[in-house]
């Protein structure tokens, strides 16, 4: 339909390449560093802070009808292709029982055999919400962290390679991370099991945008583009891909995410949904606790 497009492809995480999308828009808002791209939830509520993103138009997405509920965005800045989600991981050959709860990432019963991706304010999120807090009040969790980090913690991990090293060779047994990357590990021939908390995973969707300062011309193929995506085809390749629920409810699963406990209809419906407004903007000030009351005391 677009004879005349070319496409390049930026390929990074969201937290080297998004920096590049506000230093370009400071420079000239009417040059976007990128186009249009998928984008956690954490940096799609940042970039509704810094204005980053156009509105799309729901009504000329062909898919869009198709789209789960969950998926769509009010300001329609962006719309959802597909959600992973964070529970608890453990090497089976490393722990004795396997965990149920988020309790258990600080139950004395797992005390040394706990490892965390570095500034993981997920671990303090649950910890407040299992202890009388939220997001605005994570007082609980910092707390109880502060008290517990020495005994529980071995180590801190930055990147996805130390990890999973850290996971099988017998320096830590257990942690809270992504199913998809879970299952991935699993079939490299990681002895780990993903496990869906009793109190219920943490949603973290991912969203397609379109960056504000496109051409209009480029936005019509970006809105062409992301209808495409949403397709059951290609939404059901990310999905496949990455390890995700899909977005676009005609996508069927296949035989091997229907059996697994993450894509279970009571896990689906019990993930708890973060205000990732609310984390955009405080994250700042959590790594800085993080460093001190975390870190500072393993």
Same mark, same amino acid.
């Given at each position: ?46 970039? /509704? ?7 799309? /138009?729901?009504?000329? #997405? ?5 789209? !789960? ?8 800045? &962006? ?28 139950? /004395?019963?797992?005390?040394? =055999? ?57 320096? %830590?047994? #257990? ?13 490299? &021939? ?9 109190? &219920? ?6 969203? #397609? ?27 059901? &390749? ?11 409810? =005609? ?8 059996? !697994? ?22 994250? %700042? ?14």
């Amino acid at each position: 339909n677009h004879p005349n497009v070319s496409i390049d492809i930026y390929a990074n995480s969201n937290v080297v390449g998004y920096p590049l999308m506000v230093a370009a828009k400071r420079q000239n808002p009417r040059a976007p560093f990128v186009n249009l791209g998928f984008f956690n939830a954490q940096t799609t509520a940042q970039g /509704d802070l810094d204005d980053m993103w156009e509105k799309l /138009d729901y009504g000329s #997405l062909r898919n869009a009808k198709d789209i !789960l509920p969950v998926f769509r965005r009010a300001n329609r800045k &962006g719309i959802g292709i597909g959600a992973d989600q964070l529970g608890l991981v453990y090497n089976k050959n490393l722990v004795r029982r396997a965990p149920t709860s988020w309790r258990d990432l600080w139950n /004395d019963e797992y005390a040394g =055999k706990v490892t965390f991706f570095d500034y993981y304010w997920q671990a303090v999120y649950v910890a407040a919400r299992m202890n009388g807090g939220d997001l605005r009040h994570m007082t609980p969790g910092w707390n109880l962290w502060k008290q517990r980090a020495r005994q529980q913690i071995r180590t801190l991990v930055t990147s996805n390679p130390q990890y999973i090293q850290v996971l099988t060779n017998g320096t %830590a047994g #257990l942690t809270s991370y992504f199913n998809g990357t879970a299952l991935q590990w699993v079939r490299q &021939g990681a002895p780990l099991v993903y496990v869906p908390p009793a109190e &219920g995973a943490i949603n973290v969707p991912v969203y #397609l945008q379109s960056v504000k300062g496109n051409t209009s011309q480029q936005s019509e193929v970006c809105h062409d583009i992301i209808d495409k995506m949403l397709s059951p085809k290609w939404c059901g &390749g990310w999905a496949n891909t990455s390890i995700e629920v899909p977005a676009n409810s =005609k996508v069927k699963l296949p035989p091997e995410f229907a059996k !697994l406990p993450a894509f279970q209809r009571r896990t689906v419906e019990k993930l708890w949904k973060p205000n990732y407004q609310v984390v955009a903007k405080a994250i %700042a000030t959590w790594r800085k606790q993080w460093d001190q009351d975390v870190k500072g005391r393993i």
